[in-house]
């Protein structure tokens, strides 16, 4: 088709600059996987099987979606693990420690359906729960005795089925108990931690080798001062959750992570 005489008015150097720019333009690539969601705030677009519907949550170790697992036609929680990219031997621990976490069936347990690997990204698949963390009940006040109750008898059922397949939860505190219609759910049990530097201000603490671990109000001493932490370490955490349901503040206070750690060590709760 031959071009058009050139037309020299405003209007015509216009269209032409348009039409110019339209054939310059690139052709966009073909989506990749882990393909971005146009007009979504940069959601991923799916992760594997996975359609990403919306953001539910961020964290240290990365961000937490709603998602459609396409292949089995149900909704999922997709966490993503951004934390390990660059981390060669965390990767591996955390392979190994998720498989056990995915083995743990039990009621008072967020079920861990599957734990994939996308273009480099880590993520876990698991139970898209309805209800709000115990964290959000306490901004309201404390509970009555009988909800205590409640919640103490779940969370030591849920932390007994863990314990069994060898598990340590390491984290637990109300921002992991998951309060739902059904009961309670324990969260984040057993995997791996953020890094050392993003966690003291968050806080929360990797897991390595001579590292305090955990979250300074519900840390049992021994992972104050960095020994080993065993099914006591969680059992402390749990006593520490359970005077804040009640009391509707922390058993051991402080101004800073420096304060709370040492009221921890050496402090009984006040009455």
């Known amino acids: 088709m031959p071009d058009r005489p050139f037309d020299s008015t405003p209007r015509g150097r216009l269209r032409a600059f348009y039409e110019w720019l339209a054939r310059a333009a690139p052709s966009p690539d073909p989506p990749s996987t882990f393909a971005r969601a146009v007009g979504r705030a940069d959601l991923p677009a799916r992760l594997g099987h996975y359609a990403i519907v919306r953001k539910l949550g961020e ?56 734990i994939g690997e996308d273009a480099g990204e880590l993520f876990i698949a698991m139970e898209l729960l309805e209800g709000e963390a115990l964290a959000e009940r306490l901004r309201r006040g404390a509970l009555t005795v009988s909800e205590a109750v409640s919640i103490g008898l779940d969370m030591l059922a849920a932390l007994s089925a863990l314990h069994g397949r060898g598990i340590v939860h390491r984290d637990l505190k109300p921002s992991n108990v998951f309060l739902t219609r059904h009961g309670l759910k324990l969260l984040d049990f057993g995997l791996a931690r953020p890094p050392l530097e993003r966690s003291l201000s968050e806080p929360t603490v990797l897991t390595r080798s001579g590292i305090v671990i955990g979250t300074p109000h519900y840390m049992a001493p021994e992972q104050v ?14 006593g520490a959750i359970l005077f804040e349901v009640l009391a509707c503040r922390p058993a051991f206070a402080g101004r800073t992570v420096v304060e709370v750690l040492h009221a921890t060590s050496t402090n009984s709760p006040r009455r």
């Open 59 to 114: 964290g240290g170790m990365g961000v937490v979606y709603a998602a459609r697992d396409e292949r089995l036609e149900r909704n999922v929680a997709l966490k993503t693990i951004s934390s390990l990219a660059s981390d060669e031997t965390a990767r591996k621990r955390f392979w190994r420690e998720a498989r056990a976490a995915a083995s743990v069936n039990h009621p008072n347990v967020c079920q861990i359906y599957e």
């Open 225 to 238: 001062t960095g020994e080993p932490v065993d099914a006591r370490s969680d059992l402390f955490a749990a």
